[in-house]
């Protein structure tokens, strides 16, 4: 099914102007809930009480308030917020061009898709060839729904895209961060900080190689709700904890230089998968070859066994 536009635009630049549509580039596909009465499952309504007049306030009887010092505020009317507002002409001014390697990401807020309305397909291609060929990015404003919005404009595939920044007097200094004590590494410890780097990179990003796990087991819980079955969580092992940063380098570099040697991860997993029931992880250790006496971590063991080994002994 083709996108459905959601708003307009048109781009100017000296006396070119180009009519464009606004197309939603990407939206959050996590799962919401809604808040139900847990007597009735009724689902709730929102309602706004004023505790001075100890009564619910309709919307109508609302006015907008800027609190300028503690519990002090000055109101304003729907129709002063309206004459403030910018002419509503969805004109997207280009004020500058500028290299592409000088935006820095922080700024970016969100991204729309752009593309050429009724007329203007040839302008279109041309400023996205433009601005591919020239490594080139646009600086702009966009006058929307009574806003001035500042935005980039920038080439994508085989046509343009519009990301929404946030103004300089929004973005947070980084200074303001703590970062921690300043210290100085050994070259060896440098080394195997470059060379764990090494042996994680890979040719480029690949959004399609992640998922979001969250809102696959939600998802999964809801159908198993909705078919009537029972909700099974798995308990997850914690992983061992290293505090040193030198042996922590070292145990991520574990290359297969010694394949024979089995990895702290592949015994634990091992002890895991084949002990039987009411066999200890020791027990099982001591009939695990020489070469795979690696130490595993700790097994975390689940509370309902636990509580259930207290009510046996």
């Not at 010092?69 to 917020?81: S, W």
């Not at 002409?89 to 700024?107: A, C, G, R, W």
Request: aromatic letters at 8%.
């Amino acid at each position: 099914m083709p996108a459905r536009a959601i708003q307009s635009a048109t781009i100017s630049f000296g006396l070119v102007s180009i009519p464009t549509k606004l197309y939603t580039a990407a939206s959050s596909e996590s799962v919401s809930f809604n808040y139900l009465h847990k007597k009735c499952a009724g689902r709730m309504k929102q309602q706004y009480f004023c505790p001075a007049d100890s009564e619910i306030v309709e919307r109508s009887e609302m006015v907008r308030g800027y609190e300028y010092a503690k519990d002090q505020y000055v109101l304003f009317t729907e129709e002063e917020l309206d004459a403030l507002e910018s002419p509503k002409n969805n004109s997207l001014e280009i004020l500058e061009f500028v290299p592409l390697q000088t935006v820095d990401l922080l700024y970016v807020a969100k991204t729309y898709y752009l593309g050429p309305d009724k007329g203007g397909d040839k302008a279109y291609k041309l400023l996205a060839d433009s601005m591919t060929r020239t490594k080139k990015v646009a600086v702009g404003r966009y006058w929307t729904r009574g806003k001035e919005q500042l935005v980039l404009l920038r080439p994508y595939k085989n046509g343009l895209v519009l990301h929404y920044v946030y103004y300089a007097n929004e973005v947070r200094a980084f200074d303001e961060v703590d970062t921690g004590a300043t210290g100085t590494f050994t070259p060896v410890e440098s080394n195997l900080a470059d060379k764990l780097i090494e042996q994680l990179t890979t040719d480029g990003f690949e959004p399609d190689r992640y998922r979001d796990t969250y809102t696959d087991r939600v998802r999964e819980a809801i159908e198993q709700k909705v078919a009537g079955q029972q909700i099974h969580v798995s308990h997850q092992q914690p992983t061992a904890q290293i505090i040193d940063l030198f042996e922590a380098l070292k145990r991520s570099l574990k290359t297969d230089s010694a394949p024979e040697q089995a990895s702290a991860a592949e015994v634990a997993q091992s002890l895991k998968t084949n002990s039987a029931p009411g066999q200890s992880n020791a027990e099982v250790a001591a009939q695990a070859p020489a070469a795979s006496k690696a130490k595993p971590p700790k097994k975390a063991e689940p509370r309902a066994q636990r509580r259930a080994s207290k009510a046996t002994g």
